[in-house]
Structures are given as structure tokens and as C-alpha cells.
């Protein structure tokens, strides 16, 4: 009972680092002011944003340090990182140092690189102590990574709410902090226990009662934000932001207690990832199953073959596809798989345009008028981002009463953001630019969670750690891509006249000609994204569907 209690520690010690790390969601919130010290265009502080995701190119560097070093010493590694990196911007916009283009483009990939090895960490630590339930541990932790920007928006207001440099300070300080905040629960961590029956149904109501505080969380933050703009008022918001937290700390031992002995969870909600990993000790079985389900699967390929080639469309869906979930596939074989490309696809246009946007939100408001709402769209996006995060968990609650594949939900999750975007084109009020980014955070936030679970289940749980930092490399390649068509846009309206305010001997671009463009254009890449993911659904449904098939008759069969 020690060492399942101590499980749940380690879960929401990754909780809080996830909360107070995800530093990359509050770019926006001072990147006006870091334009206006360095004196640079929008296209050069595009370029920082690309350093800051660029840092997610280095991932596997985490994961190799933790196969040589303690995993408390990667994660102070990754503290001071983001101490060193964001520190020095933040002497840099106080005009405490003067220091070059190049070296702060440096400093912001070395930022970038902390946010990743803290993730990297918080992925090791969910999957090593939730075999079992992978997905909804991974799920949870992963989520709480939404609300960061909504937190230090809260910490700046509560202690001045008129400097939007605090951000960078902030950056640098806070996550040094967590990660001596919890460093006794790392260094304390249990052994992984074998799991059984009984283990997983009382980690099923745990995790129900978690997911159910972390909504309440996630609405918590979203709609008292708007009362914090007085000092006094952020505190108190903040304390109880804290106390929600400090509450998922409780959560496990009150559902452990007798005295919630009668309470049961009811049967119609399945958890996809407790079948995934069969509650078995011996996990020879599930590997014997699902090598069952691949040799049928190749049967009835080959009674079909005739008939496929008769179509060139139908072959090319057939071709290689998934017969089984869970095998393991080496970086060789992972980027020779047409489903991973189709993955890959589907994820840089749909969550990694996503973020692009959160990274140019200070520009977008400030462009279209309403730059004192600059803080409140943060807050708005991350909020979404958070909630998108917790229906990631979806497929598994609602398994039992709608069947479809992890990566079906993973392609309705984008339909949101083209919408998001030809909206965003129609109209420049202040209702489209909420609603609008309300729906790109719900969006890219379903797909940063969901994509790590998809990951393990479609290319192997093992190899996750490498084969998911590879996927990711879209990150930085998109921030590049995506970010270099809204500067050059931007920074071509700022040379006409009728557009241009100069400030401070910096132009600025004004009105909704500023991001037209680029608004049409991420909305024809997102469809892109979308029938990508359509794509990958279709061809990898029949091995989801084997696996459940084969789940169904072994829950029936006799003991």
C-alpha cells in the first residue's frame, strides 16, 4: 500500500512541473517589449520564437542524459537551463546588459531546451509508474502543462501587474523552485509494482476524482481571471489556484480510505489504457494476442489482395498498415512507415500551427486594436489548451459507448482550428479574436496530449522517449515556417503608409491587413492537417478495432 500511495506522489509531483514549466505559452505576453529593446522586425523576433521551439529538435538529448544520470540531476539540469536562458533576457529588456542579436537568439533555444527536458521527465515518470494506465496518467500530467501561462499571468498580477517583463523573471526563478519543491519524491521513488485487477479499479476511481478536480481547476482559472487585474484581488485568486493544487495531493488517500469502501465507479465508463496493458504479471500474453491478431489480420489481407489492387486509391490505404498496436518500431523503421509521415503531417499542420499562433497572439491583438487584452487572450488560450488536454483522455472514459480509435479522436480534434482561422480572416472584432482563440487552444491542446499516447500505442510504449522527441521536430520547423509567412506579411503592411505607426523608430503594421493573409493561409494548411489525420485514422482503425475485438473475447472467456 506504501509503494501504490508513493506512485501517486511521483503523478502529481509531474503535475506540478508540468504546471509551472510550460514557460513557452507566455512568449506573447512580453515579446512587444522584447522587440521594442532589441529594435528589431517582426520577422527577427520571429526568429526567437523559432529558437524557443527549436529546443524541442534537442529532446533526445534528455532522453539519453537520463540513461546515464540520475533523473533529479536531469531535471536541476533543465532548471538551470531555463534560469540561465530567460535570466539573462530578462537583464537584457532592463537594459541591465547589452547583449547581441545572435547571443540572445542563443539564449532563447537554450530556454527552449529547458521546457523540453522538463516534459521529456514527466513522460519518463508516468510511463515507469502507470504501465497499466499510461495513456491517463500521461494525459492528466501533460494537461496541467496548459494552465502555466494562466498561473504566472496570476503570480505577475499579484505583484505588479503593469510589467509585462516580470514574465521572463518569473520564467527564470519559478521552475527552480518546483524543482526543489518536489526533489524529495523523486529521490524517494518506489519500485513498479506488477498490477492487478483490483489495482486498476481503484486507480480508475482515482483518476475519475483527478480528471473531475482538474476541470474544476481549469474553469476555476478561466473565469476569475478576469477579476485579477487589482493586485489584492490576483493574490487571493492565486491562493486559491494554489490550494486546487495542493487538494490533488489529497485526492488519492481519500479514495484509498476505508471509508470510501461502497463507492464504485460506474461500469459504463472503460478506461481504453487499463486494457491496453493487460492487468496481467506476465506480459508475455498480451504480446502472444496481439501477435494473434497481426497473423489474422495477414490471413485476411491476403484473401483481399485481388480486390485491393483493383483500386490504386484503396491499395495505397492498404498499403503496411497496422495490423496490431504496441510493436515496437526503432527510429530506422519509424521513419520508413508511411503512418508515421501521415502522423507527422497531421501534427505540423494541426497542433504545431497552434502554437505558432500563440506565439504571434501579442502581435495579432496589438495589430487589430485590443493589445490591452493581450493578458486575457494569453490566459483564454491556455485555459482551452488545458481543457483540450483533459479531453484527451476521452477515448478512454467513453471506450465502452463509442468505439472509435485514439487517432479518430486525434483527427476530429482539428476540425476546430481551420474554423478558428477563416473566422479569425472574416472578422478582426474582439469576439472573433476570443472565440477564435479559444478554439485553436482547445484544438492544439487535444493534440499535445493525445499525440504522446497515440505515439506509444501505434510505434511501441518502449520506444516512446526517442520516437515521440522525433516526431515533435515538426515543432520548430513549423514555428520556423509558419512564423516566416506571418513576418513577412506583417512586416510587408508595415511599409505602407497607411498602416504604419512608428514607435520608439520601430514600425508597427495596424489594422486587419496585418495578418489577412496569414490567417487564409494557416487556414488552408490546418485542412491539410485534417485530411492527414483523416487519412492515418483510416488506416490504422482495423488494428484499434482488432485489439478491442480480441480485449472483448478475452473479458468473456472463463477464468
Same mark, same amino acid.
Not at 542579436?101 to 542563443?106: D, G, K, P, S, W
Not at 482538474?214 to 482559472?221: E, H, P, R, S
Not at 491556455?382 to 459507448?401: K, T
Given at each position: ?6 506512485k ?23 515579446s ?11 520577422l ?25 544520470l ?9 532548471a538551470?537551463m531555463?534560469?540561465?536562458?530567460f ?48 495513456? !491517463?496518467? /500521461?494525459?492528466?500530467?501533460? $494537461? +496541467?502543462?496548459?494552465?502555466? #501561462?494562466?498561473l ?5 498580477n *499579484? =505583484? ?8 521572463l523573471?518569473?520564467n ?7 524543482s526543489?519543491?518536489?526533489?524529495i ?16 479499479q ?14 474544476v481547476?481549469g !474553469?476555476? /482559472?478561466?473565469?476569475l481571471? $478576469? +477579476?485579477?487585474?487589482?493586485? #489584492? ?6 491562493i486559491? *489556484? =494554489? ?5 490533488l ?5 481519500i479514495v ?18 487499463s ?9 508475455d500474453e498480451?504480446y502472444?494476442?496481439l ?5 489474422d ?14 483500386c ?19 527510429a ?5 512507415r ?28 496589438q ?8 493578458s486575457s ?5 491556455s ?9 484527451a ?11 472509435i ?17 477563416i ?6 472584432s ?17 493534440v ?28 520548430p520547423?513549423?514555428s520556423c ?8 506579411v ?5 511599409r ?12 508597427m ?28 485514422y483510416i ?12 480485449n ?5 472467456a472463463?477464468?
Amino acid at each position: 500500500m506504501v509503494g501504490e500511495s508513493r506512485k501517486w506522489v511521483i503523478l502529481l509531483a509531474s503535475i506540478w512541473v508540468q504546471a509551472f514549466t510550460g514557460t513557452n505559452f507566455d512568449f506573447s505576453s512580453y515579446s512587444s517589449e522584447l522587440k521594442s529593446v532589441l529594435n528589431i522586425t517582426q520577422l527577427q523576433l520571429n526568429y526567437l520564437s523559432v529558437a524557443s521551439d527549436m529546443g524541442k529538435a534537442f529532446g533526445w538529448c534528455s532522453g539519453v542524459s537520463l540513461m546515464y544520470l540520475p533523473l533529479w540531476v536531469v531535471m536541476f539540469m533543465a532548471a538551470f537551463m531555463g534560469l540561465f536562458g530567460f535570466g539573462f533576457q530578462w537583464l537584457v529588456i532592463h537594459r541591465l546588459i547589452t547583449l547581441p542579436y545572435v547571443v540572445v537568439f542563443l539564449l532563447c533555444l537554450i530556454a527552449g531546451c529547458s521546457i523540453c527536458w522538463f516534459n521529456t521527465i514527466c513522460y519518463v515518470l508516468c510511463i515507469k509508474h502507470f504501465p497499466a494506465n499510461r495513456s !491517463l496518467a /500521461l494525459s492528466l500530467s501533460i $494537461s +496541467f502543462n496548459g494552465v502555466s #501561462a494562466a498561473l504566472y499571468t496570476l503570480i505577475a498580477n *499579484a =505583484i505588479n501587474s503593469n510589467d509585462a517583463t516580470l514574465y521572463l523573471l518569473l520564467n527564470a526563478i519559478v521552475p527552480v523552485l518546483i524543482s526543489g519543491l518536489v526533489l524529495i519524491p523523486i529521490l524517494n521513488q518506489p519500485q513498479p509494482q506488477p498490477h492487478s485487477v483490483d489495482t486498476i479499479q481503484r486507480d480508475t476511481s482515482v483518476f475519475l476524482c483527478l480528471n473531475i478536480l482538474a476541470f474544476v481547476t481549469g !474553469l476555476y /482559472l478561466l473565469f476569475l481571471y $478576469s +477579476f485579477s487585474y487589482t493586485m #489584492a484581488i490576483a493574490r487571493v485568486i492565486l491562493i486559491g *489556484a =494554489i490550494f486546487l493544487l495542493v487538494l490533488l495531493f489529497f485526492l488519492p488517500g481519500i479514495v484509498y480510505s476505508r471509508e470510501w469502501s461502497c463507492f464504485t465507479v460506474p461500469t459504463s465508463f472503460s478506461f481504453y489504457s487499463s486494457r491496453f496493458t493487460r492487468a496481467v504479471p506476465d506480459d508475455d500474453e498480451l504480446y502472444k494476442e496481439l501477435i494473434s491478431i497481426k497473423e489474422d489480420s495477414t490471413r485476411n489481407r491476403s484473401a483481399q489482395s485481388t480486390r485491393e489492387k483493383k483500386c490504386c486509391i484503396v491499395n495505397m490505404l492498404e498499403r503496411e498498415k497496422f495490423s496490431m498496436l504496441g510493436e515496437e518500431h526503432s527510429a530506422k523503421l519509424l521513419v520508413r512507415r508511411w503512418d508515421f509521415w501521415l502522423y507527422y503531417l497531421a501534427y505540423f499542420c494541426g497542433g504545431t500551427i497552434g502554437l505558432v499562433y500563440s506565439n504571434n497572439m501579442g502581435q495579432i491583438s496589438q495589430s487589430l486594436g485590443h493589445s490591452s487584452q493581450t493578458s486575457s487572450l494569453v490566459t483564454l488560450y491556455s485555459a482551452c489548451s488545458f481543457f483540450g488536454r483533459l479531453l484527451a483522455a476521452s477515448p478512454d472514459f467513453l471506450s465502452r459507448r463509442i468505439h472509435i480509435a485514439r487517432t479518430g479522436w486525434f483527427a476530429a480534434a482539428l476540425v476546430p482550428t481551420p474554423i478558428a482561422f477563416i473566422l479569425l480572416a472574416i472578422s478582426g472584432s474582439g469576439a472573433a479574436l476570443h472565440i477564435g482563440t479559444a478554439l485553436i487552444g482547445l484544438s492544439s491542446g487535444f493534440v499535445f496530449s493525445a499525440a504522446v499516447s497515440i505515439t506509444s500505442e501505434l510505434f511501441g510504449p518502449n520506444s516512446v522517449g526517442v520516437n515521440h522527441n522525433i516526431l515533435i521536430t515538426n515543432i520548430p520547423l513549423g514555428s520556423c515556417l509558419y512564423g516566416l509567412l506571418a513576418a513577412l506579411v506583417y512586416d510587408s503592411n508595415a511599409r505602407k503608409p497607411r498602416h504604419t505607426i512608428w514607435l520608439h523608430k520601430m514600425s508597427m503594421c495596424m489594422g486587419r491587413k496585418c495578418y489577412l493573409q496569414t490567417f487564409v493561409w494557416w487556414s488552408c494548411i490546418s485542412m491539410v492537417g485534417l485530411g492527414s489525420s483523416f487519412f492515418l485514422y483510416i488506416r490504422t482503425k482495423q488494428a484499434y478495432e482488432n485489439f478491442e475485438r480480441n480485449n472483448n473475447r478475452n473479458s468473456v472467456a472463463p477464468e
